[in-house]
Every structure is written in structure tokens, then in C-alpha cells.
């Protein structure tokens, strides 16, 4: 079982930018792959962004590619989605998700998902 917990949301203006932050704990962290998904009201929830276990590899939606960067520090069980330049149209409530095996973009192949945390872009 894995545990996680998102943090760093908040109301920000357009091109501004946050920082969230997914904590993990439980079974082995270092060997889940990790995704940031977004859920607008009315709308189906969506892939943000991607990376391996290792670190290595990331992937990003065409929809915030060059805007978001995901990251992770195993060490400290922590993972990142920094966003820049946000749109108003990047406003949904953000969850980190973690998987065995190497990321997918499909929300329900995910078996472990945080509460999440609400980002808000005004114009």
C-alpha cells in the first residue's frame, strides 16, 4: 500500500506559477512510476505529467509541454510538478498518482491516488 499526499496548490494569477508537491510513504517508493493528473469541474480527469521510477524519463500532455517540469527525489519519497505560466484554463484540482511498472497516461491504469490539491488561474 501507498499513501499519498498532495500540497502546494493555491489561487494564482495568469503566468504566474506554484509548485506542488506529492509525499509518499508505505511500500517501496523509489520503484512506482509517478503521474500529476487534473480534474476540471465537468470534465473528465486528465493526464498532466509523467516520470519513471528512476527519474530518467519524463512525459508530458502536449497541453502544459515547456510550461510544467515533474521531478522526483526518491530519497525523500517526495515528488514535484513546477508550473509556469499558468492559464486559466490550467484551474483544476491536481493528484498525484503512483503505479508498480513504468508510467502510462491512462488515469485508471493508476491503482494509488492522493486526495488532491485545488489550483486556481485567474485571468
Known amino acids: 500500500q501507498v499513501q499519498l499526499v498532495e500540497s502546494g496548490g493555491g489561487l494564482v494569477q495568469a503566468g504566474g506559477s506554484l509548485r506542488l508537491s506529492c509525499a509518499a510513504s508505505?511500500?517501496?517508493?523509489?520503484?512506482?512510476?509517478m503521474g500529476w493528473f487534473r480534474q476540471a469541474p465537468g470534465k473528465e480527469r486528465e493526464f498532466v505529467a509523467a516520470?519513471?521510477?528512476?527519474?530518467?524519463?519524463?512525459y508530458y500532455a502536449d497541453s502544459v509541454k515547456g510550461r510544467f517540469t515533474i521531478s522526483r527525489d526518491n530519497a525523500k519519497r517526495m515528488v514535484y510538478l513546477q508550473m509556469n505560466s499558468l492559464k486559466p484554463e490550467d484551474t483544476a484540482v491536481y493528484y498525484c498518482?503512483?503505479?508498480?511498472?513504468?508510467?502510462?497516461?491512462?488515469?485508471?491504469?493508476?491503482?494509488?491516488w492522493g486526495q488532491g490539491t485545488q489550483v486556481t488561474v485567474s485571468p
Open positions: 516520470i519513471r521510477w528512476s527519474g530518467a524519463a519524463t
Open positions: 498518482a503512483t503505479k508498480i511498472g513504468d508510467y502510462t497516461t491512462t488515469y485508471y491504469e493508476y491503482p494509488y
Open positions: 508505505g511500500r517501496t517508493f523509489s520503484s512506482y512510476a
